[in-house]
Structures are given as structure tokens and as C-alpha cells.
């Protein structure tokens, strides 16, 4: 009898460090995986590439040069990530990809951080899903998770610090609302990874990168078309906007 296994294609975005690359470690263990892992520079994400022989690897791995505020890079990426594909359709679509600058506040702000920030988190995010979509259509999965964070969310007091980075999240949360508006036949659902130890998170931070990109893969595994539009939490949990 033949056995028919099914297979599941990713594109994850921001995988040279942090929780990218261990979302990233933990779907290329599974041989039903086929990643797509885009980091600005390949050449030199040097954990990225180790993973590519690592004997845990038992899925497939592609390294695609991709800078997520660059629409030409965007494009090649596309373009890149089609011709492998030969056809088959792009099954999850994970937006990690994203900077904070330090601490800032209303009454210390600067221009060029929070113009920064909303190019990286929002303008980022919203170019590579309307560039991605053609091949997102051709699946069956169709799941775009926008990593978001409970920082984003108004219904939780988290005080005046962390402005840029809160604004840029909270517009990412609106991109995906706008999404969900216009796409219902897709399944878009902002995931916050908790408060992670990477270069973003610091060394006080709660979670191990590992167990957040564990939580999240879960989750977004797990989305139904009825999740669509939601806000989660990696361990499931839905967050108040
Ligand atoms: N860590 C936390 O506690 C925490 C909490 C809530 C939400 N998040 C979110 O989780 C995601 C991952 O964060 P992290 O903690 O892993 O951060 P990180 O360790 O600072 O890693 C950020 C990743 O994003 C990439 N990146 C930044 N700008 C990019 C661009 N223009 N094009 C392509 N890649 C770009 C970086 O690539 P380079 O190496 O090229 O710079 C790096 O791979 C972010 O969206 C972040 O906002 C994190």
C-alpha cells in the first residue's frame, strides 16, 4: 500500500537570530516540513547555515535573501520562493521579522525611531503578505501569522514606555484586521510570543527563544478559519486588542 504523507511548505521572515531561527530549528525537524527561512544576509546568519547539515534537520531548508522593507528584495524573494515551489502552494506565512528601539516615551521620541520602526514592523510585514499572496492562494492552509505582542494591545495597561515599538504593533494588529476584511478566505491571526530571551527580549526575559517558537508553531498549527482575526498568546491564549 503506498503511504501518503502530508507535506507543509513555510516562509519564515527574520530567521538569522532570535525566535525566528528557532521556529525555524524546530519545523526542519519534521520531514513534512519544506522552510523557506529569509534573513537579511545569508552569507552571514551562521546559525542559520549550520542548521542546513545539523543531523536534527530532517525536513528541507531554503536560505532566501531577504531585507523585509526593501520592495525589490521582497520581490526577488518571491520570485525565488515560486520557482522552488514549482507550482505548489505556500502553506504558512509567519511575519516574525521585526526591531524595538530602547525604552522610549512620549516625552522622549525621536522621528527617526518610530519612522523606523513602523518600516520594519508594519510597512515590513504588509509588503511581503501582499507579495506572497499569489502563492498563499494556491494552498490549502492558507495561515499568515503576523508576530505581534501584548505590548499592542490597549485593552492591557502596559504604561507610557515602549512608544515606537507599541504604535508599530498596534498598526500591524490594524494591517491584519484590514486583511482579515478583505480576505476572509484566508486565515490571518496575530500571535504574541510572550517576553522572550533574544537580543530584542534581553537576559531578564521569561521565556527561552525555544519554548516561545514551540508555543507559537502549536498555535498556528493549530488555526481554524474560525481563528481568523484573532490575537493569541503562544501558549493559545486569545489577548484583548
Ligand atoms: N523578544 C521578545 O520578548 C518579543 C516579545 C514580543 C514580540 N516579539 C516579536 O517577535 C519577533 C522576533 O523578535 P526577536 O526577539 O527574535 O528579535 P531579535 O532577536 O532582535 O531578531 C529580530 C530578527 O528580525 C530580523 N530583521 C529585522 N529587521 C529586518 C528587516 N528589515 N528585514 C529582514 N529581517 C529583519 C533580524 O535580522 P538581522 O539579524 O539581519 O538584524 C533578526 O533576524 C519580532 O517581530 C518582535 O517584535 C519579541
Same mark, same amino acid.
Given at each position: 500500500?503506498?503511504? %501518503?504523507?502530508?507535506?507543509?511548505?513555510?516562509?519564515?521572515?527574520?530567521? +538569522?537570530?532570535?525566535?525566528?531561527?528557532?521556529?525555524?530549528?524546530? &519545523?526542519?525537524? /519534521?520531514?513534512?516540513?519544506?522552510?523557506?527561512?529569509?534573513?537579511?544576509?545569508? +552569507?552571514?546568519?551562521?546559525?542559520?547555515?549550520? @542548521?542546513?547539515?545539523?543531523?536534527?534537520?530532517?525536513?528541507?531548508? %531554503?536560505?532566501?535573501?531577504? $531585507?523585509?522593507?526593501?520592495?525589490?528584495?521582497?520581490?526577488?524573494?518571491?520570485?525565488?520562493?515560486?520557482?522552488?515551489?514549482?507550482?505548489?502552494?505556500?502553506?504558512?506565512?509567519?511575519?516574525?521579522?521585526?526591531?524595538?528601539?530602547?525604552? $522610549?516615551?512620549?516625552?522622549?521620541?525621536?522621528?527617526?525611531? @518610530? *519612522?523606523? *520602526?513602523? &518600516?520594519?514592523?508594519?510597512?515590513?510585514?504588509? &509588503?511581503?503578505?501582499?507579495?506572497?499572496? !499569489? @502563492?498563499?492562494?494556491?494552498?490549502?492552509?492558507?495561515?499568515?501569522?503576523?508576530?505581534?505582542?501584548?505590548?499592542? /494591545?490597549?485593552?492591557?495597561?502596559?504604561?507610557?514606555? %515602549?512608544?515606537?515599538?507599541?504604535? +508599530?504593533?498596534?498598526?500591524?494588529?490594524?494591517?491584519?484586521?484590514?486583511?482579515?476584511?478583505?480576505?476572509? $478566505?484566508?486565515?490571518?491571526?496575530?500571535?504574541? !510570543?510572550?517576553?522572550?530571551?533574544? $537580543?530584542?527580549?534581553?537576559?531578564?526575559?521569561? &521565556?527561552?527563544?525555544?519554548? +516561545?517558537?514551540?508555543?507559537?508553531?502549536?498555535?498556528?498549527?493549530?488555526?481554524?478559519?474560525?481563528?481568523?482575526?484573532?490575537? #493569541?498568546?503562544? *501558549?493559545?491564549?486569545? #489577548?484583548?486588542?
Amino acid at each position: 500500500m503506498p503511504t %501518503h504523507t502530508q507535506t507543509y511548505t513555510w516562509l519564515v521572515t527574520g530567521t +538569522s537570530r532570535g525566535i525566528g531561527l528557532e521556529i525555524v530549528k524546530l &519545523l526542519v525537524a /519534521s520531514p513534512v516540513n519544506t522552510v523557506f527561512a529569509a534573513c537579511r544576509n545569508p +552569507s552571514s546568519a551562521t546559525s542559520l547555515k549550520t @542548521l542546513k547539515y545539523a543531523a536534527t534537520t530532517k525536513g528541507t531548508l %531554503h536560505l532566501i535573501k531577504m $531585507d523585509v522593507t526593501d520592495e525589490a528584495s521582497v520581490q526577488q524573494a518571491r520570485d525565488e520562493v515560486e520557482d522552488i515551489l514549482d507550482g505548489q502552494g505556500l502553506d504558512y506565512l509567519f511575519n516574525n521579522a521585526g526591531v524595538a528601539v530602547k525604552d $522610549d516615551r512620549p516625552s522622549t521620541m525621536n522621528a527617526d525611531d @518610530l *519612522t523606523s *520602526t513602523i &518600516l520594519a514592523n508594519v510597512v515590513g510585514p504588509a &509588503l511581503v503578505t501582499r507579495t506572497f499572496i !499569489p @502563492l498563499i492562494e494556491r494552498s490549502q492552509r492558507k495561515v499568515i501569522a503576523n508576530v505581534s505582542t501584548a505590548l499592542a /494591545s490597549i485593552g492591557t495597561d502596559y504604561g507610557p514606555q %515602549h512608544l515606537s515599538y507599541s504604535i +508599530s504593533k498596534i498598526a500591524l494588529n490594524m494591517l491584519t484586521y484590514k486583511q482579515v476584511k478583505e480576505r476572509p $478566505d484566508l486565515c490571518a491571526v496575530l500571535v504574541d !510570543p510572550g517576553w522572550v530571551k533574544t $537580543d530584542m527580549g534581553g537576559s531578564a526575559a521569561t &521565556l527561552e527563544a525555544s519554548e +516561545s517558537a514551540a508555543g507559537m508553531v502549536r498555535v498556528v498549527i493549530g488555526v481554524t478559519p474560525e481563528d481568523t482575526g484573532k490575537f #493569541i498568546d503562544y *501558549t493559545g491564549k486569545e #489577548i484583548p486588542w
